[in-house]
Each structure stands twice: as structure tokens, then as C-alpha cells.
């Protein structure tokens, strides 16, 4: 019974900050990635940024020093750290694991209920 729980999102004004976490619990496998995916109304859902469990990132070069990844993988908990929010930032965002079954051979995707970043200009 995996889980993935967001928290943190809300209502900031253009230029203000937001933090949102993640916590994942009921994992047997390992997670070897979280990252925050957000999808706005009528478009795909992208990738904001990646982690993994040996502390790599990735970002999108749309939020690219403006964002910061994070993550406390003894607690299996990720954060994101949003900085100078955009109004183009509006979406909802999904917390996201790639883990792996002991011995198993492929990666299993994983997806919070998401949370909604509204900014206002």
C-alpha cells in the first residue's frame, strides 16, 4: 500500500515562495528517485525536478535557480523549494517515486494525490 502524500501548496503572490513536501510510506522496494511533476488545466504533465537517492538533481530549465530539490531518505520524504513563483508556475503539483521491487528487474511509478500552486500577478 504504497502512499505519497503532498503538502504545503496555496495561494502566494508573484515573486513569493512556497515549500511543499512529500512523504512516502508503505515502500517494500526501494525508491531510487522522487521528483515533482505539475501539470496545469489542459496540459501534459512535466517534470519541475528530480532526486535521487545518491543526491543527483535534475531541474527544468524553466525553473532552473529558482527552484531547489531536496530529500531525507531516511525519512523517504521530499521537498521542493519554490523561490520567485511565477504566474506561470500555477499548476498542481504531483509528488512522484520510482521504486523497485527487491530482485525485481523494473521500476514501479508511484503518484501523490498532488496539491494545488496557485500565483497570482
Known amino acids: 500500500q504504497e502512499q505519497l502524500v503532498e503538502s504545503g501548496g496555496g495561494l502566494v503572490q508573484a515573486g513569493g515562495s512556497l515549500r511543499l513536501s512529500c512523504v512516502a510510506s508503505?515502500?517494500?522496494?526501494?525508491?531510487?528517485?522522487m521528483a515533482w511533476y505539475r501539470q496545469a488545466p489542459g496540459k501534459h504533465r512535466d517534470l519541475v525536478a528530480a532526486?535521487?537517492?545518491?543526491?543527483?538533481?535534475y531541474y527544468a530549465d524553466s525553473v532552473q535557480g529558482r527552484f531547489t530539490i531536496s530529500r531525507d531518505n531516511a525519512k523517504n520524504t521530499v521537498y521542493l523549494q519554490m523561490n520567485s513563483l511565477e504566474p506561470e508556475d500555477t499548476a498542481v503539483y504531483y509528488c512522484h517515486a520510482r521504486a523497485r521491487e527487491p530482485g525485481g528487474l523494473i521500476s514501479y511509478d508511484y503518484w501523490g494525490q498532488g496539491t494545488q500552486v496557485t500565483v497570482s500577478s
Open positions: 508503505g515502500f517494500i522496494g526501494s525508491i531510487n528517485r
Open positions: 532526486v535521487t537517492s545518491g543526491g543527483s538533481t
